[in-house]
């Protein structure tokens, strides 16, 4: 009986012992798979505090005498504004086509989603249709369009037709994230009183927030990183944002202050960082509720 | 006053498939009706035009004088109980039940009141600051049943509102439905209710009056009671009742009604009730009109194949004409036969056996007398 018992004792000691050890090592290989993906970023953030002459005399990503003097230069740039200058372009690019496309497209859901019209079937063909469409493709007629409309050099073709329900990716994610909700609280809505535009504000955006923010999240980074959108509709400097202003440092000086370059590019990707990390619950909630896997 | 009629109603999918077949229904103001059927009867889809959930696309529908068809559900006093609640997942119950006074800009003072006397009613206090997915199903449903109570609606629209719930909350809030029902009307104030349900005890239990439906027509619109000793048809009589009623094909001639081999004079108190004599027909009886017999009567030989004890009865299965037919017994008479091996007799209550014809289903039997 007490050699069962010892028996037992053994046999538990020692799973708990393997299931140590297979934690572990699991935990070892994540850290060091996560730290390769990670060691760019490290290096960046490590190496926009060096001197432009250490980035490449030491491959570690510590500086030997840590200075900000990228970060000050850097952000004075070489034109006559700061870079202060070209996050206030970003941001006013960014804030109106956030804004625009989570009104519009949720408009434009809500309608495909529940409502029956003539078309429905050719319309949403064709929304799919765009999204499947390659960008470049439409590049230059949209060019055209907009020169004729004298929108060049301004911000409205960099945001008007996103707030226009523009981007068929979103429309797109929202109309499975509504097809997803069962339709009775907004039957139950209408008994109570609501009109469709009534029932959508109070009824379906609450419940349709955690794919909405997901939606604003997206239309955030995209429009931070986008390069090549800026590149074709901005021609004056004092209208860049960070994205082509930190080209501009690239080509304007003979020999690249690449520390003043790696400070701003840890400037251009601070706010997309903040921004997830504060929003990352409802980030992950709404895309996989909405079944598009992110 | 709020009247509920329904003329000519009906429903055709846009794929051309006809879900509710021109149907006639007149509601009084005040009473209790239940649609009951099995499922795909269109007894929902029939609820849903009423609320204006669902267009309308023949006939027409009244709520009190008026002609609703076009009307959105919000002007059409009326108020929905739904089978999942719908009650609106970011609000906290207490929203959930003002939303609709809210949405008809009632002043916030008397909005407040109205939920403070919902919830007492309903005995909701203790939740009002909770989120519907803090709350059980019961729960759910006291405050989804509050919502419609609030509006003092002209007809209240319960679209199978306790088939989530489980058997024991289920018998608790029927009788606090109808009790509540009772009370609105005591007090006066306009109670009609269309009450949808597949469940047969529900619609016997609460309704005034039931609609069986089945594939979009109505079958029989009765009380409960004349339902039961009264089934119009085949149908109706298969789906009302606990045990079924026993249905059992044979032919009826020259006063004799045969069941396969055997046959028995009609009784007198059969043949007086008969309204026609076709040949075919169908005998209908229910498990508790359905006698152990010993004495050397006319009655019907059966094979006694189990039974069920149920306390303070026994529900005998046996074959009769290689037909499952079902009687209710004493536990003592159960024992008194079984003694005497599997072979029994069994004679029906004349006064309460029905006949169908075999043809068309429908009843040929008139109601009997009550004693």
């Not at chain 1, 086509?97 to 079937?121: E, H, M, Q």
């Not at chain 2, 006698?291 to 149920?310: C, H, I, N, Q, S």
Request: glycine share 8%; net charge neutral; aromatic share 8%.
């Amino acid at each position: 009986m007490t050699d069962l018992t010892h028996l037992n004792a053994l046999q538990t000691r020692r799973r708990v012992r393997n299931q140590k050890i297979s934690a572990g090592m699991r935990y070892v290989i994540l850290f060091a798979v996560g730290l390769v993906m990670l060691y760019p970023l490290i290096w960046l953030v490590g190496a926009s505090f060096k001197t432009n002459s250490e980035i490449f005399s030491s491959p570690g990503f510590i500086p030997a005498e840590p200075t900000l003097e990228g970060y000050r230069q850097g952000w004075e740039t070489s034109t006559p504004f700061t870079f202060g200058r070209f996050f206030w372009n970003s941001f006013l690019i960014i804030l109106p086509k956030t804004i625009g496309t989570a009104i519009s497209c949720t408009l434009v859901a809500y309608g495909f989603a529940r409502f029956d019209f003539p078309f429905k079937k050719i319309l949403f063909g064709s929304v799919i249709a765009i999204l499947l469409l390659p960008n470049v493709v439409t590049r230059i007629p949209q060019y055209i369009l907009f020169r004729d409309l004298g929108w060049l050099d301004s911000f409205l073709p960099l945001w008007v037709p996103s707030a226009m329900a523009g981007d068929a990716f979103f429309v797109f994610m929202l109309v499975q994230f509504l097809r997803s909700i069962p339709p009775d609280m907004e039957e139950a809505a209408r008994v109570d009183g609501c009109n469709s535009l009534q029932t959508l504000i109070y009824i379906v955006v609450p419940m349709l927030a955690p794919a909405l923010i997901s939606v604003c999240l997206f239309q955030f980074m995209w429009t931070m990183n986008d390069f090549l959108g800026p590149l074709i509709y901005l021609s004056s400097v004092d209208k860049y944002p960070v994205s082509l202003a930190l080209k501009l440092s690239i080509d304007t000086t003979e020999a690249f202050e690449w520390n003043r370059i790696l400070a701003m590019s840890v400037l251009t990707i601070t706010p997309a960082l903040i921004v997830f990390f504060v929003a990352q619950r409802y980030f992950i909630e709404g895309i996989s509720a909405g079944g598009v896997k992110g | 006053m709020a009247r509920v009629q329904l003329n000519n109603l009906e429903k055709v999918y846009g794929g051309g498939f006809k879900a509710v077949h021109g149907i006639n229904l007149d509601i009084e103001d005040g009473e209790f009706m239940v649609l009951v059927g099995p499922s795909g009867c269109a007894k929902s889809t029939t609820l849903r035009m009423v609320a204006g959930l669902e267009e309308i696309t023949g006939g027409e529908i009244r709520i009190g004088e008026q002609v609703v068809n076009t009307l959105p559900p919000g002007k059409r006093s009326i108020a929905m109980v739904f089978q999942n609640y719908a009650l609106y997942p970011h609000m906290k119950v207490r929203k959930n039940l003002g939303f609709g006074l809210k949405i008809a800009g009632r002043p916030k003072a008397e909005i407040d009141a109205a939920i403070d006397d919902v919830a007492r009613i309903l005995e909701i206090e203790p939740l009002l600051d909770r989120l519907p997915k803090q709350l059980s199903g019961g729960q759910a449903q006291r405050v989804a049943l509050g919502r419609a109570l609030i509006k003092k609606p002209g007809v209240f629209l319960f679209d199978e509102p306790l088939s989530n719930l489980d058997a024991k909350l289920r018998a608790s809030m029927r009788v606090r439905i109808t009790e509540l029902h009772k009370r609105l009307k005591e007090r006066g104030l306009s109670s009609t209710v269309i009450y949808v349900t597949h469940d047969q005890t529900e619609a016997m239990t609460m309704g005034d009056r039931i609609c069986v439906m089945q594939a979009g027509h109505i079958l029989q619109v009765a009380t409960p009671r004349d339902l039961y000793t009264h089934p119009a048809n085949l149908f109706v009589a298969s789906f009302i009742g606990s045990p079924e009623m026993n249905l059992i094909d044979g032919s009826m001639s020259d006063g004799m009604i045969r069941i396969g081999q055997q046959s028995v004079p009609v009784p007198a108190a059969l043949d007086a009730r008969l309204t026609a004599q076709p040949e075919a027909v169908v005998l209908g009886i229910r498990p508790q009109h359905l006698r152990l017999v010993t004495d050397g009567a006319p009655a019907l030989e059966a094979k006694m194949t189990g039974a069920e004890f149920m306390g303070h009865e026994v529900n005998i299965h046996a074959l009769l004409d290689g037909k499952q037919v079902v009687a209710v017994t004493s536990p003592a008479e159960y024992e008194a036969a079984s003694r005497a091996g599997d072979r029994i007799r069994l004679r029906p209550d004349p006064e309460a056996l029905h006949v169908f014809d075999k043809a068309s289903g429908r009843n040929i039997t008139r109601p009997a007398v009550m004693h």
